[in-house]
Every structure is written in C-alpha cells, then in structure tokens.
C-alpha cells in the first residue's frame, strides 16, 4: 500500500487575480494561492485522494500563506521547502474577454526556482502511486536538474508518471528551449495532458488527431494522451481509441484559471481508480465528462485552489446533461 496517491513537484506561487478597481479607480488584485501542480493536487484531496506537494516558496508572507492554503486543502507539506533568500513567486493575472488569462510574473529569481536536486524526497515519490510535474520546474537548471532525479526516482520505482506542459512562454528564454524541455517530458510519462494551443505549437499541426499521430509516431511510451480543448470539450487517445466528450459551458463563467489543471487531476483520479490497462471506450467517455464537469465548475469561481468542487457537485452538473 503506497502512502500517497499523487505527489507532485513544481510551482507553488500567488496568483494576483483581477478584483475590480478602488474608489480611486485604481486596478484591485486578491492574493490567491496558486500553481498547477498543487491545483492538481487540490482537486484531487477534494475526491478523497492522498496527496503530497514538493516545492519551494519564500520564507516570507506569502510562503507562510501558502503552506496554509495547501495544509487546509488536505495537501501533505512535508516536503515544501522554504528559501531564506529569495522571495515567494509572484503572478499577475489579467482577465481577458471570454475568460482567458494573460500572465505577468515576478520570478528572477523565484523560489520556486531554488528547489535543488539534493532536496528530492526520492523515498516519498517511491511511496506514490502516480508521480505528476510540469515544465515550469524545467525552465532553469538547477530545479531542471531536481525534477529530472524526481522523475527518474518514479521510474526506478515502476510509478505512473504524468506530465502536463503548461506552457508558459514568458518565463523561459527561448521556446526553443521550452520545446526541447517539453519533448524531455514527452519521453518520460506515461499519461500526458496537453492543450489545444500547446499541442498545435509543438507539432505543427492544427488537427488535433495528427498532433497527436506526431507525438506518439516519436514518444511510444504514453499510454493515455488528453487533449483539453477548452470551450470544445475534450479528447482522450488510448492505444487505437479516440473519444471526444463536449464540455458544460456555463452563463456565468468568468475566468478559465485552474480549469486545466481541474481537468488533469480528475483524470488523475480516475486512473488511480481504475488503472491505465483495459481502459474501454466507455471508461473513457465517462473520464472526460466527469473531468469537463469539473473544470467547468472551476471557470465560474474566482481563483482555483480553494474553490476546487466536491463530487457531488460534479455529478450535479453531470446529471443536467
């Protein structure tokens, strides 16, 4: 029996999301706790999973409120490290028409950065089943250099490794750079969550399908490709199996941060149900709705690691369908 379900590495940061303007018309932000892989984690503690985050934020105010804000999510804390020298990572995030996001971040450095290879708890990834990272913990060398050992400590013990891209161009240096990081990835996982605008700048191809024929004629490992296309639903490809499920959309959508992240971690949750072997047509159909379900609940709240939805809101919305 394996202590954690998931345990993930990565950012963990503020994200200054848009609060309206002040008396004096001046732009508002709230302090909201962030990060993909600890959103994923987040959704996945709401479904009953055993989680664990391993990361880096500043020992200063925001690190403290962040420790916090994961600790009350049900996320293990063990291995949050704090650096004394460099300030938690901050992200401004503007919302733009339709619900999209345009991200501003305060990261050079971050602490986030700072996570070095000798602080990788390899016996903890050991004692996960499903072992989850992104490529914001790639950008620089150092923290490249502890995800690759954490990633390697999940390979040697035979753990289920999930990537998501998340791709963010402002922080690297080049995307050239970010694409040979993303095809590191790419050969590393076998379960891989990737969107409809990543997908399309890593191939080249617009058609979804032929992106990923592209990823899988290179990267034969990946047993479950996800696709998220937004306000089109998603797809799931697995071995010679296509399905596609449309998406809730709601009227009172009002920003799409965390819906990804939502999204990936129901999948997440579905397979440390239900394995990756044998997965039917119909297993996967019902992954996707519940994973749309989700994540379109996400859209209408403002932040996404605290305001993750229960089960039971989940097939709420399911059963309006």
Not at 44 to 59: A, E, H, Q
Not at 83 to 108: I, K, M, P
Not at 209 to 237: C, H, P, Q
């Amino acid at each position: 029996m394996k202590k954690f379900d998931v345990i993930a590495l990565g950012e963990l940061l503020i994200d200054f999301t848009s609060s309206g303007v002040s008396s004096q018309n001046n732009p508002m932000f709230e302090a909201n706790p962030g990060g993909a892989p600890c959103n994923v984690l987040s959704m996945l503690s709401k479904l009953g999973k055993k989680t664990s985050f391993i990361g880096k934020v500043g020992n200063d105010a925001f690190g403290a409120q962040l420790e916090k804000a994961i600790v009350e999510c049900g996320i293990d804390s063990t291995y949050l490290m704090k650096d004394d020298t460099v300030h938690t990572t901050l992200a401004f995030v503007q919302t733009l028409e339709g619900g999209d996001r345009d991200f501003s971040f305060y990261r050079n450095p971050g602490a986030d950065m700072m996570l070095a290879e000798s602080e990788v708890p390899c016996d903890a990834i050991a004692d996960s089943k499903i072992f989850h990272f992104g490529t914001l913990s790639m950008t620089h060398e150092g923290v490249r250099e502890a995800t690759k050992k954490a990633i390697k400590a999940a390979e040697d013990a035979g753990n289920i490794i999930s990537f998501d891209p998340n791709l963010r161009p402002p922080l690297w240096n080049t995307l050239d750079e970010a694409k040979e990081q993303v095809l590191y990835g790419l050969a590393h996982c076998d379960i891989l969550k990737i969107s409809d605008n990543e997908i399309q700048w890593l191939t080249g191809e617009d058609d979804f399908t032929k992106g990923v024929e592209w990823i899988k004629e290179r990267f034969n490992g990946i047993s479950l490709i996800l696709v998220s296309m937004g306000g089109d639903g998603s797809r799931a490809y697995y071995k010679d199996t296509m399905v596609e499920v449309a998406p809730f959309l709601q009227e009172t959508t009002i920003e799409t941060t965390g819906a990804g992240d939502t999204f990936g971690a129901c999948v997440l949750n579905y397979v440390c149900e239900n394995g990756l072997d044998n997965l039917s047509e119909e297993n996967l159909k019902e992954m996707l709705t519940f994973a749309n379900a989700a994540a379109s609940i996400v859209t209408t709240r403002k932040g996404a690691l605290r305001v993750m939805p229960t089960k039971e809101e989940v097939e709420a919305l399911i059963a309006t369908r």
